[in-house]
């Protein structure tokens, strides 16, 4: 499963340019060395085939990465938002991220996936 939620994003190469009403601008995807914000399209970090991890840069200024556990099978995932006029403003512009995300990242009902 964790797998599939993953290529489902990466859509053969052509990762989403969207997320619901969130608008991405930048990938790293950590799991195939690809990061859209180099020059040379090259992560920085380590390659990590056997785990899957992806930051998504949004243009909002939201950055969120989801990775798997690695000792557990489970999703985790960090999510931040900044340069926003209140921290108020910024929850509410973070939540409305996250909740694409879940919808349309982890797809919860296609998945089969339950909050814990």
Do not use: C, W
């Not at 994003?9 to 340019?17: H, I, P, Q, S, W």
């Not at 690695?70 to 985790?76: D, F, S, W």
């Not at 797809?107 to 089969?112: E, F, N, R, S």
């Amino acid at each position: 499963v964790m797998k599939s939620i993953f290529d489902d994003f990466r859509a053969d190469g052509e990762y989403k340019d969207s997320l619901g009403s969130s608008k991405i601008s930048n990938v790293r995807d950590v799991t195939l060395g690809y990061d859209s914000r180099a020059a040379n399209k090259k992560s920085a970090l380590p390659t990590t085939p056997n785990d899957q991890m992806v930051t998504i840069f949004f243009a909002n200024r939201a950055v969120v990465t989801l990775r798997g556990s690695g000792t557990e099978p489970k999703l985790k995932y960090y999510s931040e938002m900044r340069n926003l006029e209140s921290t108020e403003k910024a929850r509410r512009a973070l939540a409305v991220v996250m909740k694409d995300v879940e919808d349309y990242f982890l797809q919860p009902a296609k998945h089969g996936l339950e909050r814990r």
